[in-house]
């Protein structure tokens, strides 16, 4: 509850007189009904034109008053419910920014969706109810009751049965929907989940004719959903008609008892009108508290999955002061010192007793089958995940020490899955180098073997990216996405398998480009295919999360008997022994 209500300090001089103004209108709304009662029990028939005039301004006058009052409480309570909801949004948001991978496996994408856009509005909604209600209903109806009882106490005695009765109903109605409303977000979360697959899947679904399963998954979630919400709505339509029911009963018997103490000259009209206003006041505060209770289980459901995100620490422990260029002995040295690691829901180590070391300008392979742990290698590298045990050093400096942005501002990392983001080509080159120029965006496009096909759009650099860059085929994202990290010029490059789509002859070519014009860069290539390594500096050789030999390629070729083995199942003896040529 703190770590999401914290966020409303800033707004509490404005909730001050939120509280005030809703105050004022309690009280102008609670004099209303008195000054009735006066006009009727003096009769107003045969009065003056001055004393007409007289009860007439000042009924406008308390009119005026109680709406000035309630818009000026109405918009406090929306400007701070918003406001609220803003740093509530972003707090959220900047948390999960600074969650590790290993968060985000934990907490799911959709999840997180859920949290940052509805679970928000649903604490939104309960601060701005609960600022017009939690103040104004408890003042009505203890106001109600007090003036209720200066008017006529026989006929106060109502109340003792009435509200009693309305609490018990709240109470039992409140215990039945809050798991109700747990259930509906998890749902919610679900089907999300669900939808965001289909979307992004739907290439793959139309492929394999599978609409009629996915429709199947989308009505389970959907009907889910639908399960729960008519259930609980079903608990909630009973509450209103209950209590409309009692308010109406109410006024019956006021005037039904009102009017024998009428007759027997114990009370006056215009006091058992003003009664009869007092009763109803006194029940729709109920009625409006009765509202609000149902909104705070959903809401307090939503407050529990906020603070779930905010009180996540990540599990990477970030540093705030630099390093010093001066203390990395050997910018683009990266060395592993016995690093193992293993997943928090692995039952084994992904790596294991990894040493190895890369120099500054050399470009090393990254070779191995299938769930050998090279993605992991270089999440590590990147410090997506901390390593269990061991030391990785960058430049001589344990990247522990070094704070992420500027860890992460020394690599250029092309994912295994080419991303690109919505808008133009341009802003996503410039998405690693926002100030690059146009003769860096074309040097990039160039090395990338990207600007051709640039060059022969429309709008060239400015042609549209859609989301994903499904308007694009598979080599050229993968293009786009080294030219990404080309443009920003940066000391150490990461490929994660990021030539796998391209063809043989643009392989050769990029990698013969990046030779000739990142000089002095480290390359790290992870990769299937065995041409794309054989002219390596280095290559390691990875089987089951261990470096069973690193070495060249000849090297390797003549000692390894795995590493020759996967060599020939791919190129012949002649092309492995004359290193690809």
């Not at 050789?541 to 690193?550: L, P, R, T, V």
């Amino acid at each position: 509850m703190k770590k999401t209500f914290k966020y409303l300090k800033p707004f509490i001089p404005m909730i001050i007189i939120g509280v005030v103004l809703t105050f004022a209108q309690s009280m102008l709304s609670l004099n209303l009904p008195t000054l009735m009662s006066d006009i009727v029990n003096n009769g107003i028939v045969g009065q003056s034109i001055d004393e007409v005039l007289k009860y007439g301004s000042y009924m406008l006058y308390v009119t005026i008053g109680f709406m000035v009052c309630a818009i000026g409480a109405t918009f406090i309570a929306s400007k701070v419910s918003a406001g609220f909801a803003n740093k509530l949004r972003n707090a959220v948001y900047s948390k999960v920014q600074k969650f590790s991978l290993s968060e985000y496996k934990k907490i799911s994408t959709s999840s997180l969706i859920t949290r940052t856009t509805n679970d928000v509005t649903q604490v939104q909604q309960l601060t701005l109810m609960s600022m017009r209600m939690m103040i104004q209903a408890p003042l009505m109806c203890i106001g109600g009751i007090i003036m209720a009882l200066s008017m006529n106490k026989q006929l106060s005695l109502l109340f003792i049965v009435v509200i009693p009765l309305l609490l018990v109903a709240i109470v039992m109605l409140a215990k039945k929907i809050l798991p109700l409303f747990t259930s509906l977000q998890k749902f919610t979360d679900r089907i999300n989940q669900v939808i965001r697959e289909k979307l992004t899947g739907v290439r793959v679904i139309r492929a394999f004719g599978s609409q009629a399963y996915e429709g199947k998954r989308y009505d389970k979630a959907n009907k889910d959903i639908y399960d729960v919400s008519l259930k609980a709505s079903y608990r909630m339509a009973i509450l209103m008609p209950v209590v409309l029911f009692v308010i109406n009963v109410s006024s019956v018997a006021v005037v039904w008892f009102g009017a024998h103490l009428i007759g027997d000259g114990a009370m006056q009209i215009g006091d058992m009108m003003a009664f009869m206003q007092y009763a109803i006041q006194v029940l729709f505060s109920i009625l409006a508290v009765t509202m609000l209770f149902v909104m705070i289980p959903r809401a307090m459901v939503s407050v529990k999955r906020i603070n779930e995100v905010l009180g996540t620490e990540s599990s990477i422990e970030d540093k705030i002061e630099l390093v010093p260029n001066e203390k990395f002995t050997n910018p683009g040295e990266i060395e592993f010192i016995n690093a193992t690691f293993q997943y928090l829901d692995g039952d084994e180590p992904v790596l294991s007793d990894m040493n190895f070391k890369i120099k500054k300008g050399e470009t090393v392979a990254i070779l191995g089958g299938t769930g050998s742990g090279k993605t992991s290698l270089l999440s590590l590298i990147m410090r997506f995940y901390d390593i269990t045990s061991g030391t990785i050093k960058i430049g001589g400096v344990d990247i522990k020490e070094i704070p992420l942005e500027q860890l992460r501002d020394m690599m250029g990392y092309v994912p295994q899955k080419a991303m690109l983001f919505s808008g133009t080509i341009e802003s996503n080159i410039k998405y690693g180098k926002q100030n690059a120029t146009e003769e860096e965006m074309i040097r990039a496009a160039k090395i990338s073997q990207s600007y051709d096909f640039i060059s022969s759009l429309e709008e060239q650099f400015n042609a549209p990216v859609s989301q994903g860059g499904t308007n694009f085929s598979g080599g050229q994202k993968q293009r786009l996405s080294i030219a990404r990290a080309i443009v920003k010029d940066p000391a150490i490059y990461l490929f994660d398998d990021s030539f796998s789509a391209l063809d043989f002859q643009t392989d050769k070519k990029l990698r013969d480009a990046l030779s000739e014009n990142v000089k002095g860069a480290t390359i790290v290539i992870v990769a299937q295919r065995v041409s794309t390594v054989l002219n390596a500096d280095k290559i390691l050789f990875i089987d089951e999360g261990k470096i069973i030999a690193q070495g060249t390629h000849k090297e390797l070729y003549n000692s390894c008997e795995e590493y020759k083995e996967v060599v020939l199942s791919q190129i012949t003896e002649e092309e492995a022994i004359n290193g690809g040529k």
